[in-house]
């Protein structure tokens, strides 16, 4: 028996919301939060479900309210060029290690070594590692660039690349590369203008 179309909008509502739950970027949660509710909550008043009606209405204030507060507050953003033995590191690594390796299945910390170690800092919170070698006087293979849950809203990156095209000793970089080594990984390199080359590998020139 087809379902009605009041009935796919509860089945979308629902499956909008089941999917915020999964994502792991706060700003995705509370974007695909709102929409879910805004849904569910046009669907209460449409069946007559007013407490539904209210109650999702709210969520969805609720979401647009931190989504606001998100996108309006000014942060700040810090990079520590420490050693790979640093203690805080390591420590780092070692309790987001299973996490890391989700994104970054190929990485073997023994077995590199590192020309430039960074910890990220946001809000002088810790948000992230980024860990790089030279190839060559004009190229830096990205080895690791993780930031923690809460903070996958590629605002970082923004800053990130910024400050390591101006990081000592880096004025005869020319170009990033890096190794697609999950499908996250190589779609969030694209998004920063990364291009796969013939190599196998992802690029990105420095302007």
């Given at each position: 028996m087809p379902i009605s179309y009041l009935e796919f909008i509860g089945y979308l509502a629902s499956v909008i919301i089941l999917i915020s739950i999964a994502v792991n970027s706060i700003v995705r949660f509370r974007i695909l939060n709102a929409i879910g509710a805004l849904i569910f909550s046009i669907y209460g008043f449409i069946i007559g479900a007013y407490p539904v009606g209210f109650l999702n209405g709210f969520i969805t204030f609720i979401n647009v309210y931190y989504l606001y507060k998100i996108f309006s507050t000014k942060e700040?953003?810090?990079?520590?060029?420490?050693?790979?033995?640093?203690?805080?590191?390591?420590?780092?690594?070692?309790?987001?290690?299973?996490?890391?390796?989700?994104?970054?299945?190929?990485?073997?910390?023994?077995?590199?070594?590192?020309?430039?170690?960074?910890?990220?800092?946001?809000?002088?919170?810790?948000?992230?590692?980024?860990?790089?070698?030279?190839?060559?006087?004009?190229?830096?293979?990205?080895?690791?660039?993780?930031?923690?849950?809460?903070?996958?809203?590629?605002?970082?990156?923004?800053?990130?690349?910024?400050?390591?095209?101006?990081?000592?000793?880096?004025?005869?970089?020319?170009?990033?590369?890096?190794?697609?080594?999950?499908?996250?990984?190589?779609?969030?390199?694209?998004?920063?203008?990364?291009?796969?080359?013939?190599s196998g590998l992802l690029e990105k020139n420095i302007d």
């Open positions: 700040t953003f810090d990079f520590i060029q420490v050693e790979f033995n640093n203690p805080l590191l390591k420590k780092f690594i070692e309790h987001y290690h299973n996490d890391i390796l989700h994104f970054f299945p190929d990485i073997d910390f023994q077995q590199r070594s590192y020309d430039i170690c960074l910890l990220m800092l946001r809000n002088m919170q810790l948000a992230g590692l980024f860990l790089a070698h030279y190839e060559n006087e004009k190229t830096l293979y990205v080895d690791l660039d993780y930031v923690t849950r809460e903070y996958r809203d590629m605002k970082n990156s923004k800053y990130l690349y910024s400050f390591l095209k101006n990081l000592h000793g880096n004025s005869q970089v020319k170009k990033f590369i890096a190794k697609p080594c999950s499908s996250e990984w190589s779609g969030y390199l694209k998004q920063l203008g990364f291009e796969s080359t013939p």
